[in-house]
């Protein structure tokens, strides 16, 4: 495969082919190949995503994939890519960025446990991506939830992409720091059938969750590139590979494997039925509450419709009033501790067993999560963000608080919604459109109480706006949404009386956008303000700039240029100048 | 501090300052107020930064900040901000995302162990981030690294923001798991001052680096908050305050602490002098060389020159050829294995010690460091990042590998500045502007080897760009950096064939952007096409729309807008529409 693609992971490959033939071929792993939905499977996470060549190569030894399709390994049409993607059926979720499969894991192991299924998650991990962080976030949060049903194997090659890991093949420090996690331990020769054997048999009947340390040799099998650097990420020079296969020995093709089937007919625990007291938070006009504490009421309310979903925080609940869902369904909320980035892989292992995750945290919290949420993006997983505590009007906590990037890090993931809303009522409105669409979905919410603005009956939808303020004699427009909409409608009222309409316009949608509304505005007013709590960098008002990039078009941009401090929020707005008075300076400005 | 600013973290500054006090005034912590510079002086960082009342405290019982300013706590002109900033002179590094201080620790640690000087740091840790993974990656690297200058203190006050952390009181929890990390780890009552100061002494005397592992009581001498939960981040009730304040019986405020002497006129070890042999790569036009590899040669020239400067690596530097200065001056490379966090923020400790750190990994992994970046744009830190493997013309590595929304994630960091060079001649240039000038700069390269295109003698500055193709009848201009540069070059010799001018910009640095020179090719060509090898959000496209959204100018993008996937490179560049083919598509499509 290797050789026919000119590229690939061969050495790490062979390192790992021991532990998992043994795990497919040796009655462990249980999975109904022509069913992979089959919710009794067994789940295999290839946490070192390059091994594909061994990924692939199980597959067809089960008879599932042919040995032709194999050598379409890296090609562009192939589903055999370089790392896992979900273009290949049997993939749970993509890997390759190191450190985020067992994490993705223990998201499918607690999925099982919630629903009283009976299959086991495994997770093959390269030792070198056990310096990652979030390992051992996963380490720790497994030992707490008791997930007896998630077994690691790391493969314990001692040698990673430019030289030796930081422990090599001192197996017992791994057992040492990882037993000290809460886990159950188990060191073996990773290339002993027998120990392997025995290893899947005493992780099965653990009490804890079981991490099998195997120590392996790179490049096992052949024997000019075993246990050598220098020959990490790369196919055998071309005149080596029948050397190569020949001290492999003599090799059976006809020889596939069975793969053990999972217990037929097993149900999914059944959700207990719907609470009869159902929560519906309503919001009068002019009334103020906070967008964060809008959705938490939402959030617990989706919950009595949606009974897949679930509610995880990174020990932030009373601050994101996530906490308001917990207190109502203690089994359907998840603490997470300060750990967002095995929060959000998690999500990922959660949302590919069905369920429906929200995820909760500081806004500017969600950056320590931006490479778990890239992969989020590529495993097309139906999961949601819900990120508080947006912008400089958050106030006294100070910069390092602030979500002042979070819509450019969102806008940026591939096929990503992005929503933003002033008040309780469309709030609660769009967290509706949340838990019905699928895919993944940010949505940004305030600290601060602003005044609800929308009837009840308003309607809201993705990639909509709307327009508040409109007439005929509209010599600007202003856009605007979350905190600064709020700016926008002052500023509004004090033009008007000044005599000089202008137009707002609620951008609670920044991905999809509202294109046509926002052309319009261009067409009958010609100048556009965009007044954003966020930096101007992939922000709002990049985003109105992109989808306007071919109108004859003045756009300005009010947003946060000044280094952050702490302050008052109305301080610190008007020291960013993306207030009232700003917005009305800047119109008068540009009319005058 | 906390009544007077309506909101703060009162309980958990209480329960570590019996452990910081000791600290401070019981003669273990050396520093000279009046010169915060004086390299002699240990190094505090309140990695738990919401405990500020506690922090600005500790140095107005020093006598350095006065009670009154003290009151200023959390205001909008004092610069006693709520969490720890850079306008506090004696600020270290910023902090308040929760689980980056140890590792900037670490940084200042090796930053000592480099120069030969005696200082300690300190690490003030909460217990509720012990959770975050980059506490782990920061334990296991500052044990391999044999750093006994580094000494943390764990405030273990059993209860976080929302509820009890995961570990609660169980210290010999906390003591297992980092003993297994390598540290002297020494668990004490952190409310009793002989244990506390035998602690200190004993940290002092270790081989190793050594962790405090206090138990303590949040709020602790305010008996109606102790060890209660719901009093995190807040203040007391108004009416509360006197009750507190008498609790904590009688309080001298005439008596102030003094703190430890450094040794004086210690210097920094002199750094070796310059090796003889300079390293010079010199690129002819028309010779092919990766940018990546470009800048390992750079890299490594520079060294020669700037006597601070080092370099960091995450396990690839084989990839990014940071190798070749690795193979130079081995002293001045530091593997940090695969733990991109713990690399950026350990980054910033060197950064603030003088040194000017190189940190490379591949352009895709630096999202996992989004946080870290954060934090380091807001302790104005001098380090450099460099990506390799950007984009989709990585190949067959697939998405997981594919830098795609770097460019976005840097633009939008406080102050950045980002450069994307296309040749070997340019990406030597901008490496020598990159360590001549101060701040946060990323530098984006790309894998596969590109025809160098510029002569040795051209200049490049930070903000500027390159009209490589220019004349009176251009129709259009085509807007390119680093790897797109290429395929416009490869655009303008087909349409200038078929009769048809158009301008090529090299637009090698994005941010700061060349308005001046866009806007002259508006006014001179009218229409712009910006072709780049990144999703749209937050890339050049956005940076150009956005310099010319006053502008009457059409603009298209060409970006990457299909899920990636492996492949060879010229297929994904055509698969997403970026090569010369699709340009030339446009700029005809454009001009009918």
Request: aromatic share 8%; hydrophobic share 40%; glycine share 8%.
């Amino acid at each position: 495969m290797t050789d026919t693609a000119g590229s690939g992971h061969l050495s790490s490959s062979l390192s790992a082919t021991d532990l998992m033939t043994t795990l497919f071929f040796g009655g462990f792993f249980k999975f109904d190949g022509n069913n992979p939905e089959n919710n009794g499977n067994d789940r295999l996470i290839f946490s070192k995503g390059h091994a594909t060549p061994l990924y692939y190569s199980l597959w067809a030894v089960a008879g599932l994939i042919s040995e032709k399709e194999l050598l379409t390994y890296r090609k562009f049409d192939s589903v055999l890519e370089g790392h896992p993607s979900m273009r290949f059926k049997y993939t749970e979720a993509p890997t390759g960025s190191l450190g985020q499969g067992l994490s993705m894991g223990l998201g499918m192991a607690l999925a099982a446990k919630m629903d009283g299924l009976g299959y086991k998650t495994y997770v093959l991990l390269g030792d070198g991506e056990m310096s990652e962080g979030q390992v051992w976030e996963a380490l720790e949060l497994a030992s707490h939830y008791k997930l007896n049903n998630l077994i690691g194997v790391i493969d314990v090659n001692r040698l990673g992409q430019s030289g030796p890991t930081m422990i090599e093949w001192d197996v017992t420090e791994y057992k040492k720091r990882i037993s000290a996690f809460g886990w159950e331990t188990i060191v073996i020769d990773g290339h002993n059938f027998s120990e392997i054997s025995q290893a899947y048999s005493l992780a099965h009947s653990s009490s804890k969750p079981s991490m099998i340390i195997a120590k392996t040799i790179k490049g096992k099998g052949v024997p000019f590139i075993e246990n050598k650097n220098g020959f990490h990420g790369k196919p055998l020079p071309h005149e080596k590979v029948g050397e190569a296969i020949s001290e492999l020995g003599d090799i059976d093709k006809n020889l596939l494997g069975t793969l053990a089937k999972p217990k037929i007919g097993i149900d999914a625990k059944k959700s207990p039925p719907r609470n009869s007291i159902s929560r519906v938070a309503q919001y009068s006009i002019g009334s103020m509450v906070a967008t964060r504490k809008a959705y938490g009421e939402a959030l617990a309310q989706m919950a009595y419709e949606y009974l897949s979903l679930i509610a995880l925080d990174g020990e932030t609940s009373n601050s994101t009033y996530s906490e308001i869902l917990k207190n109502d369904f203690p089994d359907r909320f998840f603490e997470m501790f300060i750990a967002e980035q095995n929060m959000v892989s998690a999500a990922v292992g959660l949302a590919k067993r069905g369920k429906i995750p929200f995820v909760s945290t500081f806004s500017a919290f969600f950056t320590r999560a931006h490479d778990q949420l890239r992969l989020a993006a590529y495993a097309e997983a139906n999961i949601k963000l819900v990120g508080s505590h947006a912008g400089v009007s958050i106030g006294e906590d100070g910069s390092s608080q602030m979500g002042l990037e979070d819509i450019s890090l969102f806008r940026s993931l591939f096929g990503s919604v992005v929503l933003y809303p002033s008040d309780g009522v469309s709030t609660k409105k769009l967290v509706e459109e949340m838990a019905k669409n699928k895919g993944l979905t940010y949505l940004r919410t305030t600290r601060m109480e602003t005044p609800v603005i929308y009837d009840e009956n308003e309607k809201f939808e993705i990639g909509g706006s709307k327009t508040l303020k409109s007439s005929r004699e509209d010599k600007a427009t202003i856009i605007a949404a979350g905190i600064t909409l709020h700016e926008a409608l002052k500023a509004y009222e004090e033009l008007e009386t000044a005599g000089i309409n202008v137009r707002v316009i609620d951008l609670y949608s920044i991905k999809p956008i509202d294109c046509a509304t926002l052309e319009k505005a261009v067409e009958e007013t010609g100048l556009l303000i965009v007044v954003e709590d966020h930096y101007k960098e992939g922000g709002i008002f990049e985003a109105v700039s992109s989808c306007l990039s071919k109108k004859n078009v003045k756009l300005e941009s009010l947003s946060v240029t000044k280094m952050p401090r702490s302050g008052k929020p109305e301080e610190l707005l008007r020291y960013e100048e993306i207030d009232k008075d700003a917005i009305v300076k800047k119109v008068r400005e540009l009319l005058r």
